[in-house]
């Protein structure tokens, strides 16, 4: 029921505000980065959720960006080396917290009252590092690990499937497949480099049309600072559902690895008024969905919500 609102909203060409940063504002309020913070700071999970539907947000996103069982085995060579001198669970790890992220959100939509009327979107982030296209695997590869998790989130009762932060062509085709064969409706956005293509070099522009035409309902941008987000819209936007939302800050040192413990620093450079100006800029210019990527807060999101109504 949830979604079929969203659906409506895209067909009318509404305003569609997203959440921000997650993983980041993990981190803002002090707690280390270790399994997403999901087993050691859950209350803390939780209530950033909540933090997010009380700015006014349309969709809630699940705390479950990288959080897959290759993030875990890349600390190995392989899955068997892993089996060997990994932890007992190690393999099924990642599923778990999976579950758990997604209990978390469901629960701050029951306790603020929004759970007939916010869609819940299930997060999957790319095979290997956000801003390493070098390092995605074949397609088949892609297409293995994708699948697993998106069967995951759609056991986890997720209303749509958001891939977010795909890099490069062939892993976004790959992402896409496995999504076909389940019965959910699939966002994707792309990260975008200095030029406004993706990080790769290839177009967005044909990224954006190979997604739309593989059953993704919206193409977003994502994962790049405001200049990037800037000069990668006119790629996106034609008439159809898009979106964006850009990074703030940067991590020092730069980390995705689930127990690595980065810091995410000079978020103060844009302020949330600062913020709400560039996304109604975007808006000006057409893009329908709206959000912050990591190092915006709830208090950006709660200044979107302002400029949008």
Same mark, same amino acid.
């Given at each position: 029921?949830?979604?079929?609102?969203?659906?409506?909203?895209?067909?009318?060409?509404?305003?569609?505000?997203?959440?921000?940063?997650?993983?980041?504002?993990?981190?803002?309020?002090?707690?280390?980065?270790?399994?997403?913070?999901?087993?050691?700071? %859950? $209350?803390?999970?939780?209530?950033?959720?909540?933090?997010?539907?009380?700015?006014?947000?349309?969709?809630?996103?699940?705390?479950?960006?990288?959080?897959?069982?290759?993030?875990?085995?890349?600390?190995?060579?392989?899955?068997?080396?892993?089996?060997?001198?990994?932890?007992?669970?190690?393999?099924?790890?990642?599923?778990?917290?999976?579950?758990?992220?997604?209990?978390?959100?469901?629960?701050?939509?029951?306790?603020?009252?929004?759970?007939?009327?916010?869609?819940?979107?299930?997060?999957?982030? %790319?095979?290997?590092?956000?801003?390493?296209?070098?390092?995605?695997?074949?397609? $088949?590869?892609?297409?293995?690990?994708?699948?697993?998790?998106?069967?995951?989130?759609?056991?986890?009762?997720? $209303?749509?499937?958001?891939?977010?932060?795909?890099?490069?062509?062939?892993?976004?085709?790959?992402?896409?497949?496995?999504?076909?064969?389940?019965?959910?409706?699939?966002?994707?956005?792309?990260?975008?480099?200095?030029?406004?293509?993706?990080?790769?070099?290839?177009?967005?522009?044909?990224?954006?049309?190979?997604?739309?035409?593989?059953?993704?309902?919206?193409?977003?941008?994502?994962?790049?600072?405001?200049?990037?987000?800037?000069?990668?819209?006119?790629?996106?936007?034609?008439?159809?559902?898009?979106?964006?939302?850009?990074?703030?800050?940067?991590?020092? %040192? %730069?980390?995705?690895?689930?127990?690595?413990?980065?810091?995410?620093? $000079?978020?103060?450079?844009?302020?949330?008024?600062?913020?709400?100006?560039?996304?109604?800029?975007?808006?000006?210019?057409?893009?329908?969905?709206?959000?912050?990527?990591?190092?915006?807060?709830?208090?950006?999101?709660?200044?979107?919500?302002?400029?949008?109504?």
């Amino acid at each position: 029921m949830s979604y079929r609102i969203i659906k409506e909203k895209l067909a009318a060409k509404e305003s569609i505000l997203l959440d921000g940063g997650i993983g980041t504002e993990v981190l803002r309020r002090g707690i280390r980065w270790r399994q997403h913070g999901i087993e050691d700071a %859950p $209350d803390v999970i939780r209530n950033i959720h909540v933090d997010y539907l009380e700015a006014g947000v349309d969709v809630l996103t699940t705390h479950t960006f990288n959080l897959t069982k290759r993030n875990f085995i890349n600390f190995f060579r392989d899955a068997e080396h892993m089996s060997l001198i990994g932890p007992v669970g190690l393999p099924t790890k990642a599923m778990e917290l999976c579950h758990t992220a997604v209990s978390l959100a469901k629960e701050a939509l029951a306790q603020t009252g929004k759970a007939e009327t916010i869609p819940l979107a299930g997060s999957i982030g %790319p095979v290997m590092h956000l801003f390493r296209p070098d390092l995605s695997p074949s397609k $088949d590869d892609c297409l293995t690990h994708h699948s697993e998790c998106v069967e995951i989130l759609s056991d986890c009762g997720v $209303d749509f499937i958001f891939f977010e932060g795909m890099n490069n062509i062939r892993e976004a085709q790959a992402a896409l497949q496995a999504a076909a064969g389940f019965d959910l409706p699939v966002w994707m956005s792309f990260v975008p480099g200095m030029d406004g293509n993706l990080l790769n070099g290839e177009s967005l522009s044909d990224a954006a049309d190979l997604a739309r035409g593989n059953g993704a309902e919206a193409v977003l941008v994502s994962a790049g600072n405001i200049p990037m987000i800037k000069k990668s819209l006119p790629n996106i936007i034609n008439g159809s559902p898009c979106g964006a939302k850009a990074i703030i800050g940067r991590y020092s %040192p %730069p980390s995705w690895k689930p127990d690595f413990y980065p810091r995410f620093e $000079d978020t103060d450079e844009v302020s949330p008024e600062k913020y709400a100006q560039e996304v109604n800029n975007w808006m000006d210019q057409g893009v329908q969905i709206v959000g912050g990527s990591s190092g915006t807060t709830p208090e950006h999101i709660r200044a979107v919500r302002g400029i949008m109504g």
